[in-house]
Structures are given as C-alpha cells and as structure tokens.
C-alpha cells in the first residue's frame, strides 16, 4: 500500500503564493505518476498538475499555466505545488494522487489519494 500525506494549504490573498507538499510513504517504489486535483464546493474534482516520478516531464491544467509549478524530490518521496499569483477561483480542496502508470488527468485512474488540503484565497 501507498500513503499520501498533503500539507500546505491555508487562506491566502488574491496574489498571494502557497506551496502544497504531498509525502509518500509505504510501497513508493510502484509509483510511476503523481498528480494533484481540485474540488472546490458544488463542482467536480479537477486536475490541476502532474509529474511523471522518472522522467520529470509536467502536465498542468491550462488556467494554472505560469502561475502553479510541480516538482519532486524522489530522495524525500515527496511532490511539491508552488501556487504563485493565487487568484479566488483556485480555492478548492487540494488533493494528491498517485498511480503505477503514467499520469492522466482522470480521477478514476488513480490508485492512490491522499486526505486532502484546503486553499482559501480571500480577493
């Protein structure tokens, strides 16, 4: 099994920057892709980004382009989310997940979740 264990959130101003971290623990060497989603009340879950563990190629949702960069630290078994330039439509619950394929941007495909952050950001 993997756990996914996210930090980071909190309530921020319009322009303000946060850094989301999602630590994994347990059988992290069948992690392959890891991804982060948004689900802001009343809406569906989201994809926001992704890095593939190996490679470090990205991906990332068109609105979050320039503004939210992901990386990993695969010493520390750890992705990261810089969020710059936060804007009142990112408020959400952040979540992490991790698959043992390459990454999509469908939910469902994702083995592994974590419990989730929440992101308020005040205008």
């Known amino acids: 099994q993997v756990q996914l264990v996210e930090s980071g959130g909190g309530l921020v101003q319009a322009g303000g920057s946060l850094r989301l971290s999602c630590a994994a623990s347990?059988?992290?060497?069948?992690?392959?892709?890891v991804a982060w989603f948004r689900q802001a009340p009343g809406k569906e879950r989201e994809f926001v980004a992704a890095i593939n563990r190996s490679s470090g190629n990205t991906y990332y949702l068109d609105p979050v382009k320039g503004r939210f960069t992901i990386s990993r630290d695969n010493a520390k078994n750890t992705v990261y989310l810089q969020m710059n330039s936060l804007k009142p439509e990112d408020t959400a619950v952040y979540y992490c997940?991790?698959?043992?394929?390459?990454?999509?941007?469908?939910?469902?495909?994702?083995?592994?979740w974590g419990q989730g952050t929440q992101v308020t950001v005040s205008s």
């Open positions: 347990g059988r992290t060497f069948v992690i392959y892709g």
């Open positions: 997940a991790a698959r043992q394929l390459g990454v999509v941007t469908v939910a469902s495909t994702y083995d592994y």
